[in-house]
């Protein structure tokens, strides 16, 4: 059970580690979400000549937006993987509608315009920002190149007169399998980086725990030493109390033997300038305090 201890702390660092990672990639992405659209009412507005059902969507997407970005504030100190990825989902979803709403419109307005722009933008969005995890990623960018290629056969973008876009929708697919491979870069980045500072963290709480154990040798030292003198005067002065001091010796042999093996975890540590002077009662001090920290900040 002890040495599990220093790899369960471990493991709890790199799980923080991981959430904050998530939890900023949602609230950045969310946050991205309310700026762009922000620009797009005002773009559709003048781009639909006044027309006001692409407007009225953006605007609905940012309040949308705005209610995730608020819970991702509230919760964050409580996260959990279901609400980050549930967030980040929420927050990209709607633009499914608004895309395929923005291509049709486009199709009547008499425009020249260049389709699944946004689809491209979003896809690459979702490959820098998504949280570390394929599934999900992986899953929004195939929606997404999915959407395009159905959205281009439907609609007939090909054979319309305004659309100048002949690489179309391959172009979008590629977009996808680049944003695909930019994700998969990430998670197996992320991966290689959590199982260092796993290893890392791990090794500084054996560290910690060696440190403990030397200290606690070194500070049982002077008084066994103390009651080996005590024993051996007990002795000689009064050779009737043989059992007792013979039980006596008994039992700080065992505390001896102890203390050597507290000592066998000397190679876990890595001797630094100034721990040639070894205090045991400050490292034990040390330690009380660290100890204290870390139940007061599990309090909260």
């Known amino acids: 059970m002890g040495p599990e201890r220093p790899r369960l702390r471990a493991l709890g660092v790199v799980e923080e580690e991981l959430l904050g990672r998530g939890w900023r990639g949602a609230f950045f992405g969310s946050f991205m979400v309310v700026l762009t659209e922000l620009a797009y009412v005002f773009i559709d507005y003048q781009v639909f000549r006044g027309a006001l059902l692409m407007p009225i969507l953006r605007a609905l997407h940012v309040l949308w937006a705005l209610g995730v970005l608020g819970v991702l504030l509230a919760r964050r100190h409580r996260l959990s993987p279901a609400l980050i990825h549930a967030s980040f989902a929420a927050v990209v979803l709607p633009f499914l509608p608004l895309f395929a709403a923005a291509e049709y419109s486009m199709t009547g307005s008499g425009l020249i315009w260049i389709p699944m722009t946004g689809h491209r933008l979003v896809m690459l969005a979702i490959g820098v920002l998504a949280p570390t995890g394929l599934w999900l990623g992986g899953g929004l960018i195939a929606s997404f190149a999915l959407e395009a290629v159905v959205l281009w056969y439907v609609l007939g973008l090909g054979s319309h007169p305004g659309v100048r876009s002949p690489w179309e929708p391959w172009g979008t697919l590629i ?126």
């Open 175 to 300: 977009y996808g399998g680049v944003a695909l491979a930019m994700l998969a870069y990430r998670v197996r980045s992320h991966s290689i980086e959590l199982k260092l500072r796993e290893v890392r963290a791990e090794a500084e709480a054996l560290e910690r725990l060696a440190r403990l154990f030397l200290a606690v040798r070194d500070a049982t030292n002077t008084p066994l030493q103390t009651l080996e003198l005590s024993i051996a005067l007990l002795r000689r002065r009064n050779p009737e109390t043989e059992p007792t001091t013979a039980a006596m010796e008994r039992a700080v042999e065992r505390l001896r033997s102890l203390a050597q093996r507290l000592g066998s975890v000397d190679p876990l540590l890595v001797w630094r300038e100034g721990d040639e002077s070894f205090d045991a009662d400050a490292m034990l001090r040390h330690l009380e305090e660290d100890l204290a920290r870390e139940l007061e900040r599990r309090r909260h």
